[in-house]
């Protein structure tokens, strides 16, 4: 410990905190965090070489208070955090948005494994250019915008646009994915519906990318006009337009369900 | 923009100002009868459509297609859809990794060079405030300025923004922050602070998950 090799490199003193705030062990990529933690031990001496008068618990407390409340502390706390550094803030927004951010991956690209794969560079994203983030719009709106970025990036290299008129073209096993057909089932009904989601995943695969990520926004999200224009960069009028023409191409698609 | 704003209800494509005009393809045609066939489409999805609109044969074929649609829209939205815990897993594993020391804090070591990574001590300095009652940390910077050579390292200064409970007696509450943090740059960090300027710059009402409000008596 007196080593002067243990003074901090400053790489893993930097994540000693990450290891206290942490206050508990939810994940261990090989073993990194517990390296880490004992790396933490470096700060332990530096003190010891003046007394301490001041109550031992007011350090020693934070851990499970801190752990069991990051979770609840307002978004704005946890941004600002984030944007000075705070890991664990960052984390807890992540957990926060996971879910809303990949529902709209899953929908936009059509199966779940490119949309975990979306998600997750744009959560890398986000956590990258955090400090850029100036609270204009709400932090859901700007991850929301990063994501559908995305999308429609690995859209335009991975796959040409399907012709809206040719609906039954696109999906398939996406299109299963995307409606989840792995539920339980009960008889004719349950058939047929699942037949007509199927039809409407098909033709959600099948429209045009802007007009996707604007329906899928409003219709599945329930977000209002301005927030998505917001995400996807555009006026409201043009939003307007492009959910319009989706959802008319896909009320013409699900007629036979109706 | 040939857009022309109808009678009906309102939130007609409106230009932006002129920012973002829609192209050709995105304007919404207006319906036979003169409305705005994206809002009747809205007003049937939020079940406020007007006299007109229940009565009109224009309006009326687009509702029932908005009603035939939002049957299965709904259901495909219920569905749920949760991603694998792994991806922010991986996420967080991949930050820490490419973490990289931004301002060091100078540590008075008497076996040689030491630092600490200012991002590292402000998250201690907030776990602390965390977990005082009513009280919690949001921005929180901490430094240190280099000593010259063969004198010793002045103190560090901190400034911290802090959000309060609603009701919490703020004088007190901030004098002990003040004076935990000057504490715990000591115990914690081994950093003497000479300076902890603190601003109050919000206040919230946490509803108490397991008993409603009023137990603040105590």
Redesign the interface.
């Known amino acids: 410990m007196?080593?002067?090799d243990t003074?901090?490199d400053?790489?893993s003193?930097?994540?000693?905190?990450?290891g206290?705030?942490d206050g508990h062990e939810?994940?261990d990529?090989g073993g990194?965090v517990a390296a880490l933690r004992d790396a933490g031990d470096?700060?332990t001496p530096?003190?010891s070489?003046?007394p301490?008068p001041?109550?031992?618990e007011?350090?020693e407390?934070?851990?499970p208070?801190?752990g069991a409340?990051l979770a609840?502390?307002?978004e704005?706390?946890l941004v600002?955090?984030a944007q000075?550094?705070?890991?664990?803030a960052?984390?807890a927004l992540?957990?926060r948005h996971?879910?809303a951010l990949?529902?709209l991956a899953?929908r936009v690209l059509g199966n779940?494994s490119d949309?975990?794969d979306a998600?997750?560079d744009s959560?890398?994203d986000a956590?990258r250019r955090i400090g850029s983030f100036r609270g204009d719009a709400s932090f859901s709106t700007w991850t929301y915008r990063i994501v559908a970025n995305r999308c429609t990036g690995m859209l335009r290299r991975t796959r040409p646009p399907v012709p809206v008129a040719d609906p039954g073209a696109a999906g398939g096993d996406d299109a299963a994915g995307l409606?989840?057909r792995s539920?339980p089932r009960s008889p004719e009904r349950q058939a047929e519906?699942d037949a007509?989601?199927a039809a409407?995943?098909d033709a959600l695969a099948a429209l045009p990318h802007d007009q996707r990520v604007c329906f899928v926004l409003r219709?599945?999200e329930?977000l209002g006009?301005t927030e998505i224009?917001q995400i996807t960069g555009?006026?409201?009028?043009?939003v307007?337009?492009?959910?319009?023409?989706a959802?008319?191409t896909?009320?013409?698609v699900?007629?036979p369900?109706? | 923009?040939a857009?022309s704003p109808h009678d009906g209800r309102g939130?007609v494509?409106?230009?932006?100002a002129g920012?973002?005009?829609?192209?050709q393809?995105?304007?919404?045609e207006p319906l036979a009868c003169g409305r705005d066939?994206?809002t009747v489409?809205d007003h049937a999805e939020a079940g406020t459509l007007d006299a007109h609109e229940r009565e009109c044969p224009h309006c009326g074929a687009a509702v029932a297609?908005?009603r035939?649609?939002e049957?299965?829209?709904s259901?495909?939205?219920a569905?749920?859809?949760?991603?694998?815990p792994t991806?922010?897993?991986?996420?967080?594993?991949?930050?820490?990794?490419e973490?990289?020391?931004?301002d060091?804090l100078v540590?008075?070591?008497?076996?040689?060079?030491?630092?600490?990574?200012a991002?590292?001590?402000?998250?201690?300095l907030?776990?602390?405030v965390?977990?005082m009652d009513g009280m919690?940390?949001?921005?929180?910077?901490i430094s240190r300025p280099a000593g010259d050579a063969g004198r010793p390292v002045p103190p560090a200064e901190v400034s911290m923004?802090v959000?309060a409970r609603f009701g919490i007696e703020l004088a007190s509450a901030t004098a002990r922050v003040r004076?935990?943090v000057?504490?715990?740059g000591?115990?914690?960090?081994?950093v003497p602070v000479t300076r902890v300027d603190i601003e109050v710059v919000?206040v919230?009402d946490?509803p108490q998950p397991s008993s409603p409000a009023g137990r603040e008596g105590r």
């Open positions: 007196t080593d002067p003074g901090p400053a790489g003193v930097g994540v000693v905190t990450e206290r705030m939810r994940r990529p990194t470096v700060r530096v003190p070489a003046g301490a001041v109550p031992r007011a350090v407390q934070p851990r208070a801190v409340r609840d502390l307002d704005h706390t600002v955090r000075e550094g705070d890991v664990r960052f984390e992540a957990r996971q879910t990949y529902r899953v779940r949309a975990e998600l997750q959560l890398l956590w409606v989840g539920r519906l007509g989601m409407l995943g219709e599945l329930g006009y224009a555009t006026g409201e009028a043009t307007r337009g492009r959910i319009h023409r959802r008319k896909l009320a013409e699900m007629r369900w109706r | 923009m857009v939130r494509a409106q230009d932006d920012a973002h005009l829609p192209a393809g995105d304007v919404v066939a994206a489409w297609d908005a035939g649609l049957a299965m829209v259901r495909l939205a569905q749920p859809l949760v991603p694998p991806v922010v897993d991986r996420v967080v594993g991949a930050v820490l990794a973490l990289r020391p931004r060091l540590l008075d070591s008497p076996y040689g060079p030491a630092a600490l990574d991002t590292a001590a402000a998250a201690v907030r776990g602390v965390d977990a919690r940390a949001r921005s929180c910077r923004t959000t004076q935990m000057l504490a715990a000591e115990q914690a960090l081994g919000d919230f946490l």
